[in-house]
């Protein structure tokens, strides 16, 4: 009888620890495909922008800038788009964005000095945001770069879901 337990309570021990275990990793996956498809996304709206300000970076223009700025729209979560110049300083931004926005952001810096894109999520309040920078370039010369803002909140809702 003894045995028969011990043999039951170890089979519902190892079946449970597989089941943990693999919740841990569907949700591991779920999470980086979310943040993957994310960034795709923010990709994609990055290269939108970018194109339609390609003639709009000129002092002059500024206006027309930032008009293109407020009225940039994409899906789930997007919180708005911003311009800065070489200096850090904001070009266009959406109204809205929090102060710490106002400048370039660090990783619009690091995108800047590395000549590439950048994608990362950072905690803004008590919220994720996953902010995407680009630079954008005129005459083969990074002159200043885009960042994308997204709120990353419904990531970690659906990562929830999948535990219950």
């Known amino acids: 009888m003894r045995i028969t337990l011990r043999l039951i309570l170890a089979l519902v021990v190892a079946s449970s620890v597989v089941v943990f275990g693999s919740t841990v990793y569907q949700a591991h996956q779920e999470r980086l495909r979310l943040e993957e498809e994310l960034e795709h996304r923010a990709a994609l709206l990055a290269e939108n922008?970018?194109?339609?300000?390609?003639?709009?970076?000129a002092p002059e223009r500024s206006a027309e800038l930032q008009q293109l700025v407020e009225r940039a729209e994409d899906r789930e979560g997007f919180i708005g788009a911003a311009f800065y110049d070489m200096g850090g300083s904001a070009l266009a931004l959406r109204p809205g964005l929090p102060?710490?926005?106002?400048?370039?952001?660090?990783?619009?810096?690091?995108?800047?000095?590395?000549?590439?894109?950048?994608?990362?999520?950072?905690?803004?309040g008590q919220e994720p945001w996953y902010l995407f920078a680009m630079p954008i370039h005129q005459e083969r010369q990074p002159t200043a770069v885009l960042v994308i803002f997204h709120n990353a909140r419904y990531i970690d809702g659906h990562v929830r879901q999948v535990w219950r």
Do not use: K, M, N, Y
């Open 49 to 57: 922008v970018r194109e339609a300000a390609q003639s709009l970076l």
């Open 99 to 124: 102060q710490q926005f106002h400048a370039l952001p660090p990783l619009g810096a690091e995108a800047l000095q590395l000549d590439q894109t950048r994608g990362s999520t950072i905690t803004v």
